[in-house]
């Protein structure tokens, strides 16, 4: 049983490059997450999902896509990477109803 | 939108000696309340919850914290802390609805 895996954990965009941050869960868990952690700013939402198919925006959505085909998997793509986007970004997962989260260990992404 | 407050950003404190991190949030209607532990590089780990019941809730490594509705504060508190408890402390709340708000956390250091 791995929990939340997220892959890369390390990355450097060039200013308007894309990617996808993969997330992917094994413990059949409706409701997934993403989050970016700012020095000093704490977690904000960026996306979560309830469900496949169900995704709904956060507090920062603005330069970020989701998608949620299947139950494990919520990736997260940057179209147009910028400097803000720098950030460590965290997937985490939750069971029904949502109490609380699992989080994954991170992908920590740098844009120059 | 909700928010949560943590107003100490930074708490140093001796070994064995208590320490109380102190969390207090907007929403006056129904909340659900939660308290994450972050050790350098990694995610989030639940630490303890509040869903209902008991107002007083228990962490299985001596941790507890205090839900007080009036004052709307769920402050988290140890008697006796360990070199081991030095991490990143986040207040997190759920109000209705599958949002999770997370306080800009609290570094604990535990002196020698």
């Known amino acids: 049983n791995a929990g939340v895996t997220q892959t890369p954990k390390f990355r450097i965009l060039k200013i308007g490059q894309s990617m996808t941050l993969q997330c992917t869960q094994d413990?059949?868990?409706?409701?997934m997450y993403w989050y970016r952690q700012d020095p000093g700013m704490g977690l904000k939402l960026i996306y979560y999902?309830?469900?496949?198919?169900?995704?709904d925006k956060g507090e920062v959505p603005n330069g970020y896509n989701v998608s949620r085909s299947t139950t494990e998997d919520f990736p997260l793509r940057l179209e147009l990477a910028a400097p803000s986007q720098t950030s460590v970004y965290f997937c985490?997962?939750?069971?029904?109803?949502?109490?609380?989260?699992?989080f994954g260990p991170g992908t920590r992404l740098t844009v120059t | 939108a909700q928010s949560v407050t943590q107003l100490d950003s930074q708490v140093p404190v001796f070994e064995e000696a208590p320490v109380e991190l102190r969390c207090n949030y907007s929403?006056?209607?129904?909340?659900?309340l939660f308290w994450y532990v972050q050790y350098p590089n990694q995610g989030l780990q639940l630490l303890l919850k509040y869903l209902s019941g008991s107002t007083l809730v228990e962490s299985i490594n001596g941790f507890e914290a205090e839900f007080n509705k009036s004052q709307t504060s769920f402050h988290l508190r140890k008697p006796s802390v360990h070199i081991s408890d030095t991490a990143e402390y986040f207040c997190?709340?759920?109000?209705?609805?599958?949002?999770?708000?997370f306080g800009t956390g609290t570094s604990l250091t535990v002196i020698p």
């Open positions: 985490a997962s939750g069971p029904p109803g949502a109490y609380e989260q699992y």
């Open positions: 999902s309830v469900g496949a198919g169900i995704t």
């Open positions: 997190a709340v759920r109000p209705t609805g599958n949002q999770f708000y």
């Open positions: 413990m059949n868990h409706n409701y």
């Open positions: 929403s006056s209607v129904s909340v659900y």
